[in-house]
């Protein structure tokens, strides 16, 4: 079931985003009086799923999802109708545009999905407003795994910067590191500043999305799993667990590490109800578990900010060229071999990944405004049967006042074709390659 849930929300989601980025070149040519021929949501080789005919254009829903497009007459793209090329110019084709025109044409797409972007960015701070974890409020510090272990950090440090500039999200810390190439962490250890090395190796663990910190907190039960020997022995969410038999766990990681020593056995687990101390035997499975859940983020104080409709907006441009920004960055990485970045390249597959296992309208938003900024990056790249590719060769009309050839426009596109399938190949094949290597 998890799985048709996230297929569910990409399908939508890629959707929306097609449809949107494809009304961008649809709008401009309509506005300068350009003949589109197609608008399709998803391609259609030999049929479609759906079509009608309104007027010169005919509208229709393809079945294979890559995508969409919209046939404008006139021009070489990736329907690569050479026939139409062949005949006289009509003051309706896009070839018949001005220079100006055209591009506004070629960027449309593109133009929209940014606006997207903005717009679903500022509903989502309008409706749901913003919630985080500042890094000062982590007041009990830091638990580390073994990749921070093995760079100096410690159970129990602050983080005060990193490279000397302070990191206001919990949740933006990976990112920082990994964007900015940090080289160092500052952290409060028992009392005094100590500065830790961040090496080389850490990128590509970083990369594939490991969580190398996690902010230290006490024990307080949120929910019970199906088969919880907890509950059945009498504990109640809101529970606080300090410790059991003889030892004392004030954090969850101290008690996540002690309670496997004891899987198979009885113990007697220490907890606090509304402040009352309280003792309860616990049957410990051979996992070195009772069937609890822990309320994570209860010990801290989280910042949340409300927004009106005036004050969404701007927040929502702001989030939006942060986000394309980030975006940016990370192209860095993928060519830099030493972060081994080009391994986590992923299709379809890792794209759905990405979406929660369980309906939720705010995080479906929230990663559809991130796809349509990554769309909208990816297509403005100067890649040959990309938006960018036709907007590099109208620059290029600019500067030297002369149009490519139609037969150079023809070649230009199936390599920009071929590119563009072997870098699908290659990604869909990374996905391929990570579920049989998992």
Not at 30 to 48: A, G, I, N
Not at 60 to 81: F, H, Q, T
Not at 99 to 122: H, S
Request: net charge positive; aromatic share 14%; glycine share 8%.
């Amino acid at each position: 079931m998890e799985v048709f849930v996230k297929i569910a929300q990409l399908l939508l989601s890629l959707s929306i985003l097609v449809i949107v980025h494809e009304f961008g070149h649809f709008f401009f040519a309509k506005l300068f009086k350009t003949r589109v021929e197609k608008f399709y949501l998803f391609f259609d080789p030999w049929f479609s799923l759906f079509k009608f005919k309104k007027g010169d254009t005919e509208y229709g829903i393809g079945w294979l999802p890559l995508g969409g497009y919209v046939k404008i007459a006139g021009m070489i793209d990736e329907s690569m109708d050479k026939e139409q090329m062949k005949q006289p110019a009509k003051p309706d084709e896009f070839r018949s545009k001005t220079t100006g025109q055209r591009l506004l044409i070629m960027i449309g797409g593109v133009l929209f999905n940014l606006i997207l972007a903005v717009i679903i960015y500022a509903s989502i701070l309008k409706v749901w407003g913003e919630e985080y974890l500042p890094v000062e409020n982590m007041k009990y510090g830091i638990v580390c795994d073994s990749t921070a272990l093995n760079i100096g950090l410690q159970n129990g440090d602050k983080i005060l910067t990193i490279d000397n500039q302070k990191i206001e999200k919990y949740r933006g810390i990976t990112a920082f590191i990994l964007l900015n190439e940090a080289k160092t962490i500052q952290v409060d250890r028992n009392g005094n500043k100590v500065e830790v090395n961040i090496t080389k190796d850490l990128i590509p663990k970083l990369i594939k999305g490991k969580t190398f910190i996690t902010p230290r907190t006490h024990f307080y039960i949120a929910q019970f799993t199906k088969k919880s020997a907890a509950k059945n022995a009498g504990m109640l969410i809101g529970d606080k667990v300090v410790g059991f038999d003889t030892i004392s766990t004030p954090f969850y990681d101290q008690y996540r590490t002690s309670i496997k020593g004891f899987a198979n056995q009885t113990v007697e687990v220490r907890i606090e109800r509304d402040g009352t101390p309280m003792k309860i035997e616990v049957a410990v499975s051979e996992e070195g578990l009772i069937g609890v859940v822990c309320d994570y983020y209860k010990p801290f104080e989280l910042k949340r900010i409300e927004y009106g409709y005036l004050a969404a907006i701007p927040a929502g441009i702001k989030k939006s060229v942060k986000v394309g920004q980030d975006y940016l960055k990370q192209f860095k990485l993928l060519f830099n071999p030493e972060t081994k970045a080009y391994e986590s390249v992923g299709g379809f597959i890792a794209i759905g990944n990405i979406f929660p296992s369980e309906w939720d309208w705010q995080s479906f938003w929230g990663l559809t405004g991130f796809l349509s900024i990554m769309l909208g990056i990816l297509n403005i790249l100067p890649i040959p049967a990309l938006d960018g590719g036709h907007v590099l060769f109208l620059l290029y009309e600019v500067v030297t006042r002369r149009k490519p050839s139609d037969k150079f426009m023809e070649y230009a596109q199936m390599v920009g074709l071929f590119l563009l399938l072997a870098l699908l190949l290659f990604a869909n094949g990374n996905d391929i390659f990570k579920l049989f290597t998992k």
